[in-house]
């Protein structure tokens, strides 16, 4: 099983000709209300690559919180581990312009009290797969890490965003995930080189764990034992890359919990991260087709 703790967010999304500039009004041309959270996505990207699913987090008592939980719900993720705390539920503030690209903010409410403590010890026995990110308090990130990584779970920290992260975490992380920037920030913070391959090589020797880095239309990279290998993602129509990295982060998440191997693990969440691109918002599947893994 696949054990999320994360955030839980309601994104509104605006389409825009561009992302504007600081200081610039543009007019956008849609408004859009749909559920995320790096958490919930990563949480329904695991489901949908077949994986059994539980999400530990916290939403508040408005109603935003419905409509967060609603695609976790209808994809049989389990949701009793989810907290209702009084506290507005978090939201992503989007633009995704004409290309592709996106412009976020995200208030984190409900996510900025979620606790490790509330994630029971049977949870985290040897053979389940933890997956965390950073929109929640990394007090609690490391926390639980600590307790996983003594039980016997396998802990994979997608380091996103980008916030400072004690290195003595890393000691309980079997899988880092970093996007390119991410990447040479904790470079910058660590004193590592900032080159994704270089920065692979160097925090695999340092901290002794599998570190992958995403490159967004160039797949990812990691290292193997022939050395640095780069999986490449097959072409697409790109029409909206928000929540690609989360649908990457998931599909690993699922693939090491069924027993692949960090190649193909890798392979797979390029696989789904490419998908992710072909449809609009986070947590989206394309009309014309079942999720993987939920036929």
């Known amino acids: 099983m696949v054990i999320v703790f994360g955030s839980i967010n309601l994104d509104l999304v605006a389409r825009v000709p561009r992302i504007p500039a600081p200081g610039e009004t543009i007019a956008g041309r849609t408004l859009a209300a749909s559920p995320g959270g790096k958490g919930a996505n990563q949480a329904l990207a695991a489901r949908a690559a077949g994986a059994a699913v539980a999400m530990h987090g916290a939403v508040g008592v408005d109603t935003f ?38 412009a976020i903010t995200v208030i984190a409410g409900a996510n900025a009290l979620a606790r490790a403590d509330a994630v029971p010890d049977e949870c985290l026995a040897r053979g389940i797969t933890l997956l965390m990110q950073l929109e929640v308090p990394v007090t609690e990130v490391a926390s639980l890490a600590a307790r996983a990584h003594a039980r016997g779970a396998t802990v994979v920290l997608n380091a996103a965003p980008a916030v400072p992260l004690p290195e003595r975490i890393l000691s309980a992380i079997d899988v880092l995930v970093v996007n390119e920037s991410e990447a040479a920030a904790y470079a910058a913070a660590w004193q590592l080189p900032a080159a994704p391959a270089a920065f692979i090589a160097a925090a695999t020797q340092r901290f002794g764990l599998c570190v992958v880095v995403t490159l967004g239309a160039r797949g990812a990279m990691t290292s193997s034992a022939g050395g640095i290998l780069t999986l490449s993602p097959p072409a697409v129509a790109v029409v909206d890359t928000t929540g690609a990295g989360d649908a990457f982060a998931g599909a690993l998440a699922a693939a090491l919990d069924r027993g692949a191997d960090a190649r193909d693990a890798v392979a797979a969440g390029v696989a789904a991260g ?22």
């Open 65 to 102: 919180a419905t409509g967060a939980l609603a695609n976790l719900r209808a994809a049989g993720v389990r949701l009793d581990g989810v907290a209702t705390i009084e506290a507005a539920t978090g939201v992503a503030l989007i633009n995704v312009a004409d290309d592709g690209e996106n």
């Open 274 to 295: 490419a998908l992710a691109c072909t449809h609009a918002g986070a947590q989206r599947w394309p009309a014309a087709t079942s999720p993987p893994g939920l036929k």
